[in-house]
């Protein structure tokens, strides 16, 4: 196709001149194009073929064993101004930034193909839609890119003559976790990310781009860019209504969006849909409500924990087509294994690392945050919404994280503005997706601590402002905690497919009908407001489930006041107002 985009070339002469590589090769979206790059690949030991009979088209990857989760200390927002990126993101003063960075660039790509991917975030044709082009020398990166997003000509032809999209520059460099950057410039529409080839550091449509630059872009254009799921509840009318969730990095939003209906709602003919599960786009449409579009085409997913009970529909959406990064190969039949897939650890195996694994027990076999990249297509359970250029309506958004006594089960904020106060002061223990401690409860406003592209007292603002301009037909807010324990750390919610039955009390409540009652931090189901019908839990480990601890909460709200502390007068007082107002409901 010729490229007439006089900014597109004009950006990647540049690059070119910047990383001098041997080659240049636009990716067109083609699958001959792909084939002879996963030969290339394969050649290279990049790409490890799988078992065309059980896996048809998918391959394994090994990234490096420094290089398997995004990089929090090495992530930058680099707005010219310091107070622009606020308390909770890393500053980098562009002025610095940029010959820090172009010295590290200068001459990167030697001996290398630069691969020029120009791709679609949001369904083609979508005028929600956005372009971003982004050069790398990593074919892995190129190929996840191609699952992950619309790529190829069809960007180029959304994109026409404007200059309306995001610079991604990339190269894995020599991979030195040291001279790592994953840097974000706003308010030049650009990213560069250097040193890194895994997933949210150089998938740059993902995390970089739809997130970081996103948030901004949508915070002075008037919609919303945030790290939730989109899933569809189809009841036995065939009438469908969708919910948007937000839970923070490998707290199950992958699951939740491809949930099973438990047999209750199955038999009635109720079904589950997938929309997205990582990342919505959300603004009002012509009716007045706030409508959702998925902006990725693929699933970067956690494998550990996937399996044929916790989520079917992540295992079959993985069967053909997918590139699996970081997991155990099972050298009998040349097939992929990770923990918890099923009780058979292959006998006869490499682990994540390249090493003889075979089974052993004292080290994992698959890294803790190894991926697959899998093609939405796939979903068994995908909506027919799926490419729609207008998205779905959203009924009720939720907020969610991993706390093992505080948050109940589900509980709904009493309107708009509670609810972002609810959103702001979310907190989860800390996960394998980010290097870094796990297991520390850590505050995670919106699930957007790591991917705010701008000040997060300003997010929390756009947030009410969104609610002011929605009015009546905002989306009613909730929050839920799968991840209750009892005194020996044991689960005691059985989560996956039974967290419809959470879900249906919410779409009650978002329609206006649907008992609850009234608690210091909002509305809860009565336990028997819980559909439990064929569960085998007891009244009261509901009654544990929904409890809520006021010496916990008024701990929480020692904690919120601390963190809310951070953001000094850029904290909306609306937000303070909802602190007075569940610390004096605890107090009574
Ligand atoms: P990112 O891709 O990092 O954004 O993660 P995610 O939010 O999509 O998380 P995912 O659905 O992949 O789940 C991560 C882990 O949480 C997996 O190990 C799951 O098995 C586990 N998990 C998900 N849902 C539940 C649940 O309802 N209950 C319990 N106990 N565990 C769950
Ligand atoms: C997350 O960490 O939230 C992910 C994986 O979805 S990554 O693409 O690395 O951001
Ligand atoms: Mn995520």
Sequence with gaps: MDICNKTVLEWVDEAVELCRPDKVMWIDGSNEQAEMLRKEAM?????????????????????????????????????RKEEDAGPTNNWFDPKVAYPTLKKLFDGCMQGRTMYVIPYIMGPIGSP????????????YVTLSMLIMTRAGDCALEQLGESNDWVRCMHSKANLDPDNRYICHFPEDNAI?????????????????????????????????????????????????RYVAAAFPSACGKTNLAMLIPPKVYE????????????????????DGRLYAINAEKGFFGVAPGTNAKSNPNALATTQKNTIFTNVVLNCDDNTVWWESLDKNPPKNSIDWKGNIWNGREDVKGAHPNSRFTA????CPVLSPEFNSPEGVPIDAIIFGGRRAKTAPLVYQARDWQHGV????????????????????????????????????????????EMGDDLGEKAPKIFNVNWFRVDDDGNFIWPGFGDNMRVIMWILDRAAGKGHAVETPIGYEPAPEDINTEGLDISRQTLEDLLNVDVDLWKDEVAGIKEFYAKFGDKLPKELYDELDKLEANLNK
Excluded at 210 to 228: D, F, P, T, V
Excluded at 375 to 378: C, F, L, M, T, V
């Design 43 to 79: 050649a290279t030991g990049e790409l490890i073929k799988l078992n065309e009979e059980k896996l048809p088209g998918c391959f394994l990857h090994r990234s490096d064993p420094d290089d398997v989760a995004r990089v929090e200390d090495r992530t930058f927002i680099c707005c």
């Design 128 to 139: 929600y839609s956005k372009v971003g082009i982004e050069v790398t020398d990593s074919i």
């Design 192 to 240: 560069w990310s250097i040193n890194s080839g895994y997933g949210g550091n150089a998938l740059m449509g993902k995390k970089c781009f739809a997130l970081r630059i996103a948030s901004y872009q949508g915070k002075n254009e008037g919609w919303m860019a945030e790290h939730m799921l989109i899933l569809g509840i189809e009841n036995p009318k065939g009438e469908v």
């Design 267 to 286: 038999k009635d003919g109720y079904k589950a849909w997938c929309v997205g599960d990582d990342i919505a786009w959300m603004r009002k449409g012509p």
């Design 375 to 378: 093609p939405a297509e796939n």
């Design 421 to 464: 106060f609810i959103g702001s002061t979310m907190a989860s223990e800390t996960t394998a997706a980010t290097t870094g401690a796990v297991g520390v409860v850590r505050r995670d406003p919106m699930a957007m601590l790591p991917f705010c592209g701008y000040h997060m007292g300003d997010y929390f603002k756009h947030w009410l």
